[in-house]
């Protein structure tokens, strides 16, 4: 299974730790084709990669990945967009969201009828949510191959 | 022609004044469906009413529109995620971003290829970006009609 994880890069990187500890339950259960998201050394100016070339190569990645998993605590316009064109193109979506007080997570994600939203606070709670949707995915997968 | 204007809410209102005058200066050129993104009544914490029913009908205005005009200074889930529809449907998108020192926008909005990208420092410039733009785009309009 291909996993596209999204995240925040020049949005902010407060939760990059975050970021790399989802990176690392991720693998569990495919390849992660954006597994720079939770890299340290990456700054919130981003990749040193020209945006035509970030762009393409990114939206070529969320075409072949089979779910898109998005962290959706700080605003973004990046993870934004990929969750408009994956719900476009009718691949599952699973947003996680740490609430914070005084804050409100966007209309258009926690209205969307594409997308699978779940809330946390720890990472630790991410197991089981992932197990939920990611591990259902591999077991309907592994039926239906031959 | 219908204009949707689309900026930053539950992101943050730091801008509203320039969302407000941008809201201005488009009804020049028809009618902007989504007006309240101007509304200095309007807080972060958005609009009260459920997120389904924004979400839905903030897509149906979008699919009725014939142009998105996006401020993209401020990182907004929402905003990206309208430009990410609006992509994929082929409507023509204008996004406005005023650069601030230590900051980057977004590479999937700076490396989309459907987005024309104007930076600007005040709303004053930006008369000539809409004539540029929903201009010509008027005038084509007027040709093409019987």
Redesign the interface.
Known sequence: MNIYFAA?????RDDWASYLEIVKQLRDYGNVLTEHVGDVELS????DL???????R??GWLRDADYLVAE?T????????????AT?WGKPVLCLYRPTEG???????????GVSLREYQTTRELHEVFAEFLGIHQLRSAVNQP
Chains 1, 2 share one sequence.
């Open positions: 925040s890069i020049r949005g902010g919130a100016v981003g990749e020209g945006d035509d070339k970030i762009h393409d990114d939206l959706v700080t605003p973004s316009l990046g993870v934004g967009y990929e969750i408009g064109k476009e804050r409100k997570l966007s209309g258009m994600i926690a209205g969307c009828g």
